[in-house]
C-alpha cells in the first residue's frame, strides 16, 4: 500500500465522526480485538479488519465525558492542566484532568476550567487546587481560593524562560503595537493584538501570516541553518531536530505548529539516518498522531487550514516547481522564485477557501498576491527574531531593528487593507467543499500543459464561489446557547437582520458574513456589552433596548424562564438555551 497513513487517517476520522453522530462510546477492549484478529488472516481480510479496528478507536477516543448531575456546590478539585490556558478578555479556560476531588464521580476526568481571576501561574501540566462550582458542563473556581503548584512540571522552566523574554521585549520594544506584532510572531501569543489590527489582517486574508504555522517553522528553521553554516548538514539537522520539540512547547502547542514540528522532525531524522520518506505519508501520519490525542482537533479550523494547506502544496509540487529561462541567468533564477512563491499561495488559497467560507462566510482574493509580499516581509524580521532570542532580547539596537521591519509588515497590511477586496455573502455545504477539494486535487495531479491546468483551476474556483453564494428567499433563525436566554438571530426573506442578544459573540459575526444582510437591527438589554466589547466589530444600523418587539407585524418575542418565544406570521416558535438552527418560508 502506497500510502497507508492515508488509509489509517480516513478511518480514525470516520469512527470520531460517527461517535459525534450518533453519541455512542465503546470500551477499549474492541478495537484490541480486532486488531488481534486481523493479525491472524492475510490479505484484503486483514485489511479491512485492521481499519475496523481503527475506526472503532475513533469511536472510543472521542467519548465525552459529562459532569454528573448530582454534584453539589460547592467542590474540591485537584487536578493537572492538560492543555494550554486560552486567554480572554475577562476569563481563562483550560482544561483539567481531576486527580483527587470530595465528590468521587468527578475524579479521574477531564474538566473544562473557565477561571474568572486570571493567574499567570497556571500553565500546560500545572497542579491546581480550588474550590468552585459546577455550572452546566464547566466548572468555575471560586475568588480567591485557588492554589497553583509547579514543583513537578516539567515544562515549568520553558514558561519561566519565555515569560522572561517576553518582559525583557516589551522593555525594549519600538512601541506597543510593534510589541503585540512579535507576542504573536515570536511566542505564539495573539491577545496583545488590538481587535482594529486583528480585523485588518482578517480582511486581507492574512489572519495565517498573524498565527505561527509551517511557513514560520520553515524561516526559523532556514535562519538556524544561515547562523550554523560553519557546520556540516548532520549535525545542524540533529541541532534541529532537539529545537523543534523545543519550539512547539515554547510557543504553546499550536496545532499548525505541531504539524510543523512534527513532519519536520520525521524530515530531518530520515536525512540523519538515511531513509527515504514520502511527504504525503509523513503528512498523515501526523494528522493520524494528533487526532490520535485530540480527537475534537478535526473541528478546529486550525487544524483544517494547516492540513488542507500543506495536502494542496504537496499535490502541487510539479505545478509549482515552474522554470523561467532568460539569457540572464540571474534575472531567471529571480524570476521563477517569485513566480514560484505566487503560485504556493494560490495552491494554498484553494485549499484553504473552502474552510474560511464554511466557518467565516468571507473571502479576500487578494491574500493570493499580498501572501507572497508578506512572506519576503517576515523573512527578515524572524531571523532578526532568533538573533534576538539567543541574547535573550537585551540587546535594544537588535530588538527595534526587528520592530522597525514588523511596523513596515503592519503599514504594508493597512494598504493592502486599503484596497477593500473584502467579499462576504457565503455559505458553502460541506458536499461542495469535498467535490471542491476532490476537483482541484485531481487537477493538480492531472499531466497537461501548465496554462490549461491554471486556466482549470481558476474556473473551478470561480465557480465553486458562485455556487457558495448565499441566495435564500426564506426566514432563517440562528439560535445561540447564551448565559440566561438564548440569544437569536432573525435573517428575513428581504435580507434583513435583527440580532436579539445581552453578550456579544464571535458566531454572531461569523453568520452575519454568511447570509450578508442589506439592514442589521440590535436588539438589547445590554447595549455597553456590544459598544465597549472588543469580541464584536459589526455595525448596527438600529439599536434598541429590548422589549417585546414588532416589525410589521412579523416578529414577537417574550423571554420567559430560559427560554424564548418568537411568532413570525403563522408560525410559532419555542427556543430553549441551546444552538439551534431553523429555516421556513414566508
Known amino acids: 500500500m502506497k500510502y497507508p497513513f492515508l488509509f489509517l487517517f480516513i478511518f480514525l476520522v470516520s469512527g ?55 454534584i453539589k456546590n460547592p467542590v474540591f478539585i485537584q487536578c493537572k492542566v492538560i492543555t494550554f490556558p486560552k486567554i480572554y478578555n475577562s476569563y481563562e479556560k483550560f482544561k483539567c484532568k481531576v486527580e483527587n476531588s470530595d465528590n468521587k464521580n468527578l475524579i479521574k476526568k477531564t474538566v473544562l476550567v473557565y477561571n474568572y481571576e486570571k493567574n499567570d501561574e497556571i500553565q500546560f501540566f500545572s497542579d491546581i487546587y480550588f474550590i468552585g462550582n459546577v455550572k452546566g458542563s464547566v466548572i468555575v473556581p471560586t475568588e480567591h481560593f485557588l492554589k497553583v503548584d509547579n514543583s513537578f512540571n516539567v515544562f515549568h522552566p520553558i514558561f519561566k524562560l519565555k515569560s ?35 480585523e485588518k489582517f482578517s480582511r486581507t486574508g492574512l489572519s495565517h501570516l498573524l498565527a505561527i504555522s509551517g511557513l514560520h517553522v520553515g524561516i526559523l528553521v532556514s535562519s538556524i541553518f544561515l547562523f550554523l ?46 531513509l527515504k520518506v514520502n511527504s504525503l505519508n509523513i503528512l498523515f501520519f501526523v494528522a493520524f498522531i494528533v487526532l ?56 494554498a488559497t484553494l485549499f484553504t477557501v473552502p474552510i474560511i467560507l464554511y466557518f467565516f462566510g468571507s ?18 524580521y524572524i531571523f532578526l527574531s532568533v538573533l534576538n532570542l539567543l541574547t535573550l532580547m537585551h540587546i535594544p539596537v537588535l530588538v527595534k531593528g526587528m520592530d522597525l521591519l514588523g511596523l513596515i509588515f503592519i503599514n504594508f497590511v493597512e494598504f493592502v487593507n486599503s484596497f477593500g477586496l473584502y467579499f462576504k455573502g457565503f455559505n458553502p455545504s460541506i458536499i461542495s467543499i469535498f467535490i471542491f477539494i476532490l476537483m482541484v486535487s485531481s487537477l493538480l495531479l492531472l499531466k497537461i500543459n501548465f496554462f490549461k491546468k491554471l486556466t482549470l483551476l481558476i474556473l473551478s474556483l470561480l465557480i465553486f464561489l458562485l455556487i457558495s453564494k448565499t441566495d435564500s428567499d426564506k ?69 434598541y433596548k429590548f422589549k417585546n418587539f414588532f416589525k410589521n407585524d412579523i416578529f414577537l418575542l417574550k423571554r420567559k424562564n430560559d427560554q424564548i418565544l418568537i411568532f413570525i406570521k403563522n408560525h410559532k416558535i419555542k427556543i430553549k438555551n441551546e444552538n439551534r438552527y431553523i429555516e421556513f418560508d414566508g
Do not use: C, W
Not at 523543534?244 to 512534527?262: D, K
Not at 478546529?300 to 495536502?311: C, K, M, P, V, Y
Not at 482574493?365 to 523573512?379: S, V
Open 164 to 198: 522572561f523574554l517576553m518582559s525583557s521585549y516589551k522593555e525594549n520594544s519600538l512601541s506597543l503595537e510593534a510589541f503585540s506584532l512579535g507576542s504573536a510572531l515570536i511566542f505564539g501569543e495573539k491577545g496583545y493584538i488590538s481587535t482594529s489590527l486583528r
Open 229 to 274: 553554516f560553519f557546520l556540516k548538514d548532520r549535525i545542524k539537522h540533529f541541532i534541529v531536530l532537539i529545537l523543534l520539540p523545543f519550539y512547539t512547547i515554547f510557543t504553546g502547542l499550536q496545532i499548525p505548529v505541531l504539524r510543523a514540528s512534527l513532519m519536520g522532525e520525521l524530515y530531518f531524522f530520515s536525512k540523519i539516518k538515511y
Open 475 to 543: 426566514y432563517k433563525i440562528y439560535a445561540f446557547r447564551s448565559k440566561t436566554y438564548p440569544s437569536v438571530l432573525i435573517i428575513t426573506p428581504e435580507r434583513e437582520s435583527f440580532l436579539f442578544s445581552d453578550y456579544p459573540s464571535y458566531k454572531f459575526k461569523s453568520v452575519l458574513n454568511k447570509e450578508n444582510p442589506t439592514f442589521n437591527t440590535l436588539l438589547t438589554s445590554n447595549p455597553k456589552a456590544y459598544i465597549f466589547s472588543s469580541q464584536l466589530n459589526i455595525e448596527f444600523d438600529r439599536i
Open 363 to 380: 473571502f479576500s482574493p487578494i491574500t493570493i498576491l499580498a501572501t507572497p509580499i508578506g512572506i519576503l516581509l517576515l523573512y527578515p
Open 16 to 70: 470520531i465522526l460517527f461517535s459525534d453522530a450518533f453519541s455512542i462510546s465503546t470500551p477499549i477492549y474492541i478495537p484490541l480485538v480486532l486488531f488481534l484478529t486481523a493479525l491472524l488472516f492475510n490479505n484484503y481480510l486483514r485489511i479491512v479488519l485492521f481499519g475496523l479496528s481503527v475506526f472503532v478507536l475513533g469511536v472510543f477516543i472521542n467519548q465525552k465525558e459529562s459532569l454528573t448531575d448530582q
Open 292 to 347: 490520535l490525542f485530540s480527537p475534537e482537533s478535526i473541528k478546529h479550523i486550525s487544524f483544517l487550514l494547516s492540513f488542507t494547506a500543506t495536502l494542496g502544496i504537496l499535490l502541487g509540487l510539479d505545478f509549482i516547481n515552474v522554470s523561467i529561462h532568460f539569457k540572464n541567468e540571474y534575472l531567471s533564477k529571480v524570476i521563477s522564485i517569485v513566480i514560484q512563491i505566487i503560485l504556493l499561495s494560490f495552491v
